[in-house]
């Protein structure tokens, strides 16, 4: 049975053999247009050649000794995929961009972990990056002898001097994250080798930071923003640290969503982040973003702000798959000490967009993914978008582990996201504590 699948790019087709081509791009979004069961989505794409450059940002943090590293999911070029959509706006993006240099065209992952002790994040023009990507990653399994021993950053050296960067990388640049371990076989130090030119920064809350990338200069300027940080965690906390890292990337999906100011320069539409957890670098999954509207009345209340958009990271043989649920009707009840947010079908709309590595080649065999998008998590970032009387955005956010949430979706049934009143309170009095600073930016 072909399966009811429309795109957004208008050159993709669904094939009763299960084979279908997407051209000129490598983004796919499919839709759930009606109640049908779907088997297995397989990705057969070819495209034109054309210049496609990162401009992107990929960042590092040092939470108190504990590396982390961001990077976006986003290429660009001069020209851009017409009818392209992001996971945060479904909607054609292309027109409210018309005087950038460089627009979307599709989402490809910038952040691999090469070895357990190894995070290489890249930015720049894709035919540059991505042999270097799969030399990099070749000569890595080689030195690891196929993972039975650590690599070193000798190894790392010897790789980066035999590669004429200066011939090879024109126009890219990279982070390499490398954790060196001691003669006892325990992690010592934190290195890492940068291509490019990179900016850096001290920070309160993250500690220190290095950018590189169209989005530097946006990136830093976030991060710098004053905010207050309530956490159940101390400083130097690997869960504090990975907190603050989700809570900035929600912040980061929430602004966009509101104004795509970050496509401005080029990145932004989705967002990796990997940390050293003590053993492995590791990709954060399982975690759903949900993206709140709301506005300031006249005395500085913000009432209940409502869910419209909901973004479920994880990944699927390494593929990362962004599933992004458009809330349209909502329901709202009390349960106790719980606000419900419920959205039954069809009442909500679903696009899936898969975000191969940088290493997949058009010879390759095609993506293959079972098509079942359900999920429940109790590990959710809320970000808010508080329209202020000046049009402006009041943009707090929190990230939390709890029972006391959750977010579940059931495919072409219904979505519901729980959260405790106690959250919504947080938000709405740290709304009402800016509010006259809110209304003296207003005025000035």
Known sequence: M?????SILGNYFWAENGKGILRSTHLLVTRYCRQKKIGIIKYFYTFPFVYLRNMTMIATTLNYDIPFVVADVLFSSEEGAEGIRLPTNDFPVLPFLSDVTHKPVFLKQKLYIIQPNICLAIAGVEHELAPFVREFRTRCKYYSNFGTRKVTKEQIMEFLEEHKLDETLTESGFLISHVGYNEDNKPETWNHFTRGDWGQIDDDIFEGALAFGS????????????????????????????QM???FVSKLLAIERATLSNLQNAWGAGYEIAYFNGTTFKKIENNAYVICHGNFDSIGEIGVPVPRLILYYNYNNENLIITAVELYKITITLKGEH???RSD???????????????????????????????????????YAI???????????????????????VENKFVEIR???DLNDMVRDGAKKAYPNILKDKNE
């Open 2 to 6: 072909a399966c009811n699948l429309n």
């Open 215 to 242: 989005g530097k200069e946006q990136f830093f300027n976030h991060i710098q923003q004053p905010i207050d940080v309530t956490s159940s965690h101390e400083n130097g906390n690997i869960h504090r640290a990975v």
């Open 245 to 247: 890292n989700i809570t």
């Open 339 to 341: 606000i419900i947010f």
């Open 345 to 383: 079908f069809p009442d909500f709309f679903v696009n899936i967009y898969i975000v191969p590595s940088i290493e997949q080649r058009e010879s390759d065999p095609p993506i293959e993914i079972a098509a079942k998008f359900s999920f429940l998590t109790s590990a959710i970032s809320f970000s």
């Open 387 to 409: 329209i202020t009387p000046s049009n402006g955005i009041f943009n707090p956010a929190f990230y939390t582990v709890s029972k006391d949430v959750s977010v579940e979706f």
């Open 419 to 421: 959260l405790h009143s």
